[in-house]
T-cell receptor, first 113, second 116 residues
């Protein structure tokens, strides 16, 4: 059974800092990995999707990497801003495009002005 | 705006009530999902539909009844719920099959359900 872990559960950093959010998963036979952002009481917004054959994806100040063999992904946020404050969730899709996403509990990020 | 719309956004219902949650997507996706998000827990998959057919029921109690009349619409019918069913219910959609390169999932804003 796939398990996804995100540690720490919460993180507080000053504005402007570069930071790394970690995600680990137990079964390396994944189809893809997706990072989401969730604001309080809201739905999930997809940030980056990395296919199993890819090593990284970039979008603006965000960069996500994937190391399937070690069961790890990182989300790098450059020059953090107060507007980046949210919960960041990592989810993996098992092999086979039709399979479900397994989510971590998320990391709640607070960027202090 | 993700292209997935859920209504209502907030719902308060008594344990004897019957209500329905609605999800709609116009992204051309063929897979739709219901997830439950409770405090301090990971998102829990409830149901999966592919091309209107239910392909997964994640041991969900029968007081939750899904309906998928077409690939664009998904409902979750609720009856005789318990207070512990209070949670954020999220709908998602994606392209479900491997001939499509990207199976990125898109989520709605959720329905905050409170059972009193």
């Amino acid at each position: 059974k796939q398990e996804v872990t995100q540690i720490p559960a919460a993180l507080s950093v000053p504005e402007g800092e570069n930071l790394v959010l970690n995600c680990s998963f137990t079964d390396s036979a994944i189809y893809n990995l997706q990072w989401f952002r969730q604001d309080p009481g809201k739905g999930l917004t997809s940030l980056l999707l990395i296919q199993s054959s890819q090593r990284e994806q970039t979008s603006g100040r965000l960069n996500a990497s994937l190391d399937k063999s070690s069961g790890r992904s990182t989300l790098y946020i450059a020059a953090s801003q107060p507007g980046d404050s949210a919960t960041y969730l990592c989810a993996v899709k098992a092999s086979g495009a039709n399979s479900k996403l397994t989510f971590g509990k998320g990391i709640t990020l607070s960027v202090r002005p | 705006e993700t292209g997935v719309t859920q209504t209502p956004r907030h719902l308060v219902m008594g344990m004897t009530n019957k209500k329905s949650l609605k999800c709609e997507q116009h992204l051309g996706h063929n897979a739709m999902y219901w997830y439950k998000q409770s405090a301090k827990k990971p998102l829990e998959l409830m149901f999966v539909y592919n091309f209107k057919e239910q392909t997964e029921n994640n041991s969900v109690p029968s007081r939750f009844s899904p309906e998928c009349p077409n690939s664009s619409h998904l409902f979750l019918h609720l009856h005789t719920l318990q207070p512990e069913d209070s949670a954020l219910y999220l709908c998602a959609s994606s392209q479900g099959f491997s001939y499509v390169k990207s199976t990125e999932a898109f989520f709605g804003q959720g329905t905050r359900l409170t059972v009193v």
